[in-house]
């Protein structure tokens, strides 16, 4: 059975910087993307990056330019970097990995940013 585990998320200062990982454990085979969403209170859940299998990588308009999406270990541990954080990015974020039949989520990990 696959799972998704997030771990990183903290309290940290606008400007400041954190490190998301995102581990699955099980076997993930014909993985068509991984990603990150976030989801603020009373806000819907929305996508953040892309990463696919080829190394190509798309970020949302709010993000680029601050945050990186990379994976590692044959695609069982996603990253995403984010430097220069605003209080904006306070949410819930989540990774997701789909195949070409099945989308798995983790769990969440939360990331305030606020002084």
């Known amino acids: 059975q696959v799972q998704l585990v997030e771990s990183g998320g903290g309290l940290v200062q606008p400007g400041g910087s954190l490190r998301l990982a995102c581990l699955a454990s099980?076997?993930?085979?014909?993985?068509?993307?991984m990603a990150w969403y976030r989801q603020a209170p009373g806000k819907q859940r929305e996508w953040v990056a892309f990463?696919?299998?080829?190394?190509?990588?798309n970020y949302h308009d709010s993000v680029k330019g601050r945050f990186t999406i990379s994976s590692a270990n044959a695609k069982n541990t996603m990253y995403l970097q984010m430097n220069s954080l605003k209080p904006e990015d306070t949410a819930v974020y989540y990774c997701?990995?789909?195949?070409?039949?099945?989308?798995?989520w983790g769990q969440g990990t939360q990331v305030t940013v606020s002084s």
């Open positions: 997701k990995t789909t195949t070409a039949t099945e989308s798995y």
């Open positions: 099980g076997s993930i085979f014909n993985i068509y993307n």
């Open positions: 990463i696919f299998p080829d190394g190509t990588t």
